[in-house]
């Protein structure tokens, strides 16, 4: 609302202040220990990976990149989920 404000009145704003304030709303990730993004990801994978070899028979770490989200389509598809990009 600033910038609009100081852009309506001609103004001169500080953008120092103002990405202070847009910093606040985003939260850092963790990147340490048990609870770390990247731990997280990983087992995420290797969630993934179960799933798909569970239902496909094939080994989901070995599938090639196309093989492994088609069949992650497939199962979307099959257990009738949107992806993400819809949300």
Not at 5 to 27: C, H, N, P, V
């Amino acid at each position: 609302m600033r910038v609009c404000d100081g852009i309506i009145s001609e103004k001169e704003w500080d953008t120092t202040e103002i990405d202070q304030y847009l910093a606040t709303f985003m939260r850092p990730k963790n990147f340490y220990g048990a609870e770390s993004v990247e731990v997280k990801h990983d087992k995420s994978f290797s969630e993934l990976c179960y799933l798909l070899t569970k239902d496909s028979g094939k080994d989901g770490k070995n599938m090639s990149v196309l093989e492994f989200y088609q069949a992650l389509q497939m199962i979307k598809k099959r257990h009738g989920r949107k992806s993400n990009k819809n949300k």
